[in-house]
């Protein structure tokens, strides 16, 4: 995967992690923020994933 890819894939994850919290935080919907904690997990785990060289 190229750098650019990787850097818009995580880019959209931490964006719809922000989302989720904000949308989360103002109805009070739990599954909300659950939603967004995964979407920044996922975000982390993208980050420090190490590539495989060939």
């Given at each position: 995967?190229?750098?650019?890819?990787?850097?818009?894939?995580?880019?959209?994850?931490?964006?719809?992690?922000?989302?989720?919290?904000?949308?989360?935080?103002?109805?009070g919907a739990?599954?909300?923020?659950?939603?967004g904690?995964?979407?920044?997990?996922?975000?982390?785990?993208?980050?420090?994933?190490?590539?495989?060289?060939?």
């Open positions: 995967m190229s750098l650019w890819m990787r850097v818009a894939i995580l880019a959209a994850l931490i964006c719809a992690a922000i989302g989720c919290y904000a949308a989360g935080m103002a109805k739990s599954g909300l923020v659950i939603l904690m995964l979407f920044e997990l996922g975000f982390w785990i993208g980050l420090f994933k190490q590539r495989h060289r060939s």
